[in-house]
């Protein structure tokens, strides 16, 4: 057995899996260090991917070439775009997968890589001399030596389970923890803080009453998340079941609350406001008598359920009993109650934005580690650390996403520049360039990146060259085609829109709200060939659907491209080791500390940086300049 590699990833989650895909695609020899090859990418909480802002971050994955999409599509059971009733800045994908079959997916892509090796351990001391990392040591002894290493280590540092007054060590349920890393990392001068997440409770399908649930069916179009043309979903779908809690269940749950690990003290970690526990709303929302609720399958042919809504850490009896309140619940029995889980992660103002550590070459971290909550900020993260990880064991500019370049980049950007007091979530709006980040065109931001990197092969280049072709030929055709009134009023009228006085081009009615070129082509027989030309087989309607946006949307786009090229002669101003922010007495005392602590890269960094005023900035500009 070999001991030597360019990098190892220690940890077997979202983070590291796309983060030893990346390496070992670029070219490095890696190794996946995972405490359980049969919980490869566990699905630790919901049996779903993407949602509100991390279905972009998920089709970004995708256009640069990583795996979470394509798994994803793989074993979907049921495929959602939230937010239609937005514009396309807010769409969002969204899919409940096969659990077990998700794992076994992501461990057939691992396992058949090359470059890439497996190892069943624990990693459970970092290896460094003279501030740079040389290799891990695991729980059997064994040591492995590298170049680089990223850590994607979870909820397992010092985890701690919650049920009730039961307290179990343990990275998820019937896993053990990971002691003493975090220590080590401190003495190596890292500081580390706790928090806390929870999961709900898993339900028995065969003792609810179905009929007394409304149902939430998924949607069959061509929509998914990979940009290859070549993966789809395959496996049978299945619906989701919305109910609601009532006065009665919420009453069970008062009564149990001195009994919370949340509200008698056992727990002092800072927990995911966005994603609260039963407990917490019904102290939080007083007001309210009920909270919705989405019973979620956990797999295709399975009888097992997730209740999304309900996380709790209370005891198992309180949990049970405050579920029989609820009519179609009144039968109910569960495989196994909700828990909370408090954990150690570090401070990413820790970081640079390679995801590298500043204290220690070579050492990269990723996923929850860094404060974050969500499968996606942790494949997203991985996807990163693995990249950077392959070039700096063999040389290159390192690779980093602009706020104006995708969310992967607003996530990695807020986590750095920012820090977090609470499990970081991403969210639309957090991105300031919400209608140049899109889901739909990820591939256009993002694949010729990864391309020119090595990493997006050339299969998925000539998808996007085939594209990119396409959407030319029909906008120039649209933008070209002249419309005559007689050709078009009657159709228009019948449309609910204004008839014309006079010709016009073709791309002037497309900009109406109430058209689409679907229905466009149903009229032009000149559109419809020129269409069918251009966009054929399994993305017609991908095609279609993106050049329509570019024409409604273009204003729009054209707007905030220009604000974002402004923003951006900041980001070209670099600081990086220009200045002794302890002898600028001009600066406030707040600036000079957080200046200090950060180091940020460049002006535009220091501007986002929380409590550093206008006038901090113009004052480092003056200097700079000279």
């Given at each position: 057995m070999d001991f030597k590699y360019d990098v190892i990833v220690a940890g077997g989650g979202h983070a590291g899996c796309e983060a030893a895909a990346a390496a070992a695609n670029l070219g490095s020899k890696t190794l996946l260090v995972t405490m359980d090859m049969n919980k490869i990418a566990q699905m630790s909480?919901?049996?779903?991917?993407?949602?509100?802002?991390?279905?972009?971050?998920?089709?970004?994955?995708?256009?640069?070439?990583?795996?979470t999409g394509i798994v994803t599509d793989r074993t979907a059971i049921q495929f959602r775009m939230l937010n239609r009733s937005k514009g396309p800045a807010m769409w969002s994908p969204r899919a409940q997968c096969d659990r077990v079959k998700f794992v076994s997916a992501w461990r057939h892509v691992l396992e058949n890589l090359p470059n890439l090796f497996i190892w069943q351990d624990t990693v459970v001391e970092i290896l460094h001399e003279r501030g740079a990392v040389v290799g891990v040591r695991t729980a059997m002894g064994v040591t492995f030596h590298a170049k680089s290493v990223v850590l994607t280590a979870g909820t397992f540092l010092n985890g701690l389970l919650h049920v009730g007054a039961v307290t179990m060590k343990g990275g998820r349920l019937a896993e053990p923890s990971v002691d003493g890393l975090t220590g080590q990392l401190c003495a190596m001068g890292f500081s580390s803080g706790r928090m806390k997440t929870g999961t709900p409770v898993r339900i028995d399908g065969r003792s609810v009453r179905f009929d007394e649930l409304t149902e939430q069916t998924g949607e069959d179009d061509f929509r998914?998340?990979?940009?290859?043309?070549?993966?789809?979903?395959?496996?049978k779908q299945r619906s989701c079941w919305m109910l609601y809690t009532n006065e009665a269940c919420h009453e069970v749950l008062r009564k149990g609350l001195p009994e919370s690990p949340l509200y008698n003290g056992q727990i002092q970690s800072v927990g995911p406001r966005y994603c609260p526990s039963i407990e917490t709303k019904i102290v939080t929302f007083a007001d309210k008598t009920s909270h919705q609720l989405f019973l979620e399958p956990e797999g295709e042919d399975t009888q097992e359920y997730?209740?999304?809504?309900?996380?709790?850490?209370?005891?198992?009896?309180?949990?049970?009993?405050?579920l029989k309140q609820i009519p179609a619940f009144r039968d109910v029995r569960i495989y196994r109650p909700g828990y909370a889980i408090e954990y150690d992660y570090f401070d990413p103002t820790q970081l640079m934005h390679t995801l590298e550590t500043k204290r220690v070459k070579?050492?990269?971290?990723?996923?929850?580690?860094?404060?974050?909550?969500?499968?996606?900020?942790?494949a997203g993260q991985g996807l990163m650390a693995g990249i950077n990880a392959h070039i700096n064991c063999h040389g290159g500019l390192p690779f980093v996403l602009k706020r104006d370049e995708a969310?992967?980049?607003?996530?990695?950007?807020?986590?750095?520049?920012?820090?977090?007091?609470?499990?970081?979530?991403?969210?639309?709006?957090?991105?300031?360039?919400?209608?140049?980040l899109r889901q739909d065109d990820a591939d256009m931001r993002l694949t010729e990146k990864s391309y020119a990197l090595g990493l997006a092969d050339a299969c998925r280049y000539s998808l996007l060259q085939t594209k990119k072709e396409a959407m030319t030929a029909i906008t120039d055709f649209i933008e070209s085609y002249s419309v005559k009134p007689s050709q078009v009023n009657d159709f228009l009228e019948k449309a609910g829109s204004a008839p014309l006085s006079h010709g016009c081009k073709l791309v002037d009615l497309l900009v109406r709200p109430q058209l689409t070129l679907y229905a466009l082509a149903a009229v032009f027989a000149d559109l419809s060939e020129q269409i069918c030309r251009c966009a054929s087989?399994?993305?017609?309607?991908?095609?279609?659907?993106?050049v329509e946006i570019s024409v409604k949307y273009a204003g729009y786009i054209r707007r905030e491209?220009?604000?974002?090229?402004?923003?951006?002669?900041?980001?070209?101003?670099?600081?990086?080791?220009?200045?002794?922010?302890?002898?600028?007495?001009?600066?406030?005392?707040?600036?000079?500390?957080?200046?200090?602590?950060?180091?940020p890269e460049t002006?535009?960094?220091?501007?986002?940086?929380?409590?550093?005023?206008?006038?901090?900035?113009?004052?480092?500009?003056?200097?700079?300049?000279r």
């Open positions: 909480c919901n049996p779903a991917m993407g949602g509100i802002a991390k279905g972009q971050i998920m089709r970004e994955i995708d256009a640069l070439g990583g795996y998914k998340f990979s940009f290859l043309d070549t993966v789809s979903r395959s496996l997730y209740l999304n809504g309900f996380s709790s850490s209370l005891p198992m009896e309180i949990q049970l009993a405050a070579n050492l990269f971290f990723a996923g929850q580690i860094n404060g974050t909550t969500g499968y996606e900020e942790a969310y992967i980049g607003v996530l990695i950007d807020d986590l750095v520049i920012k820090g977090v007091d609470e499990p970081y979530r991403m969210f639309t709006s957090r991105a300031e360039y919400r209608i140049l087989g399994t993305r017609f309607d991908e095609i279609l659907e993106a491209r220009q604000i974002a090229d402004r923003i951006s002669r900041l980001e070209n101003l670099h600081i990086w080791g220009k200045f002794d922010y302890d002898a600028i007495q001009s600066l406030s005392t707040e600036a000079r500390q957080k200046l200090k602590r950060i180091n002006l535009a960094q220091a501007s986002r940086i929380p409590g550093i005023s206008p006038s901090d900035i113009n004052i480092l500009l003056i200097l700079l300049r």
